[in-house]
């Protein structure tokens, strides 16, 4: 079994007498340390099935293995923390808590694993600086743009390394040059650490840097492409005019 399986998945929300069938019939396998990206027009049925695959939400039907693990069938106290050990989330719209700093959102997922403050704030600081936050450890989100605040948010996803990361829109409200930003942020995350990222999008130029693309219409995958991801590390290797910036990149790179 692949390392997330996915068997007859299908979501009905149900408006009065109405049923939306949300999801009709996914089945998926994505393997450890893959870059997924599941793709499709407005309504489509992306964000159902992300929450499905990231227990923030119960299927109507189907089975949604990870590392093993039925998620759809755990009970609510079991599977909060198999979210907890095993999954990051970053979301379109930040989430981050408004009453903390740059430095304490990141270290929240720390905190719910019960490490000491100290302990925490040291690895989120390298976490913040690996994302180029360094000067912004003590920045509340309001303080910081849409770009550092989404960084800040990938920092958090990241920073207790989970097997797998979700991400629904993640640059949705960035311009192009910090979108190539963060995907190659995200895209480095993973290799080095064999981190699982699922993202949807409805944008062709975000799907480019996944390792496979997942085409959904009307709540079913119509077809999956293999893809050459646009981005690899390597790419970063320090040559001419590129060596300050990769320097900056190598010196925070082996940090977490
Ligand atoms: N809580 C809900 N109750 C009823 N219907 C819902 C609910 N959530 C989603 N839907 C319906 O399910 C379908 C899929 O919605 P979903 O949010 O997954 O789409 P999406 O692909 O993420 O779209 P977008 O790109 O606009 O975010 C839509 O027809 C939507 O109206
Ligand atoms: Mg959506």
Redesign the pocket.
Known sequence: MEFISVRNLRKV?K?GKEK?Y?LKHIDLDIKRGEICCIL??????????LNMLAGLEKPTKGDIFINGVNVAKLSEKKLASFRQENTGFIFQSYNLISQFNALENVGMPLMFKGMARSERDRISEKMLKLVGLGGRMKHRPNQMSGGQQQRVGIARAFVAKPPVVFAD?PTGNLDTKTTDEVMRLMVRMCRKYNITLIL?T?DLEIAVYADRIVHIID?EITSIEDNVSVYSPEDDEPSGEETEKNKREDKTDDIV
């Not at 499709?40 to 099935?49: A, F, I, N, Q, V």
């Open positions: 929300y408006i939306v949300a499709g027009t407005s309504g489509s049925g992306k964000s159902t099935l829109e949807v409805h709540g």
